[in-house]
């Protein structure tokens, strides 16, 4: 069992290897429309013309925060599929409302690689840096997919000590949903007190509107987008339980 879980896990790798580069792709296509270059290119090119020797380590991902998602890369990244290949990073989109009327709504969202810290650690630390007891916080998270159990752990611990935030967390897709440990994760993020739910086809709509550089054009959804929303809601009603 243990093998054969393993070449399923280094399967699923290359894929994911594959559909990246796909993005990749499809991300330049865009770039050139929006005439931005990436920052990737312009270190590969080299641009004082200096010998560039290629690194041997990839510098450590850093945690992306930005106001909204490139179109192509949120129907790829947000997609309810039953297999994630490609999707080795998360997106989390978020609205904060910390009760005080001056300030209103905070909104934007993080992305990173699984290779890195989450986002879901990054999210405490980035968007809601000086925590204030005295205020009521209602977060609510539209993710890509659902945490990692580390990521469930440090979410219910923050829970736990910060009473007066209130996390509702919507996932495109159950992670790893199989793995008893992941289930272990949501169940201890449910007794923490977070609301979790699987993204319904609305709320695909809701999220391109609010967070996608949509260009005012109404999300088409996929055509499976229902019946996988009802096959994850069905897991993850199973697993919480
Ligand atoms: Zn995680």
Redesign the pocket.
């Known amino acids: 069992m243990a093998d054969k879980s393993r070449s399923v896990t280094k399967r699923k790798e290359r894929k994911e290897k594959e559909s990246a580069e796909v993005v990749k792709e499809v991300r330049n296509e865009g770039d050139k429309d929006g005439g931005e270059v990436s920052s990737e290119a312009a270190t590969s090119n080299g641009e004082n013309g200096e010998l560039q020797v290629e690194p041997m380590e990839l510098p450590p991902f850093e945690i992306i925060a930005g106001d909204r998602i490139d179109p192509f890369v949120f129907k790829f990244q947000f997609k309810n599929v039953e297999y994630s290949s490609g999707r080795n990073k998360?997106f989390l989109c978020y609205l904060v409302d910390r009760g005080d009327m001056a300030d209103g709504l905070l909104r934007g969202y993080l992305e990173d690689e699984?290779t890195g810290p989450?986002v879901?650690?990054a999210f405490f630390t980035q968007c809601i840096p000086h925590y204030d007891p005295a205020l009521k916080y209602t977060v609510t998270w539209y993710v890509s997919s659902s945490?990692?159990s580390?990521?469930a752990a440090k979410i219910a611990e923050v829970l736990k000590v910060r009473k007066n935030i209130k996390l509702s967390v919507f996932a495109a897709r159950l992670f790893e949903w199989e793995e008893s440990e992941i289930q272990d994760g949501l169940k201890m993020l449910h007794a923490a007190g977070c609301k979790l739910r699987v993204m319904k086809p609305l709320d695909f709509s809701y999220t391109w509107e609010t967070f996608v550089e949509n260009e005012e054009q109404p999300l088409n959804l996929w055509e499976d987008c229902k019946d996988n929303y009802e096959f994850y809601q069905e897991k993850l009603a199973d697993i919480l339980q």
Do not use: D, G, L, N
């Open positions: 998360t699984h989450h879901e650690e945490p990692c580390a990521c």
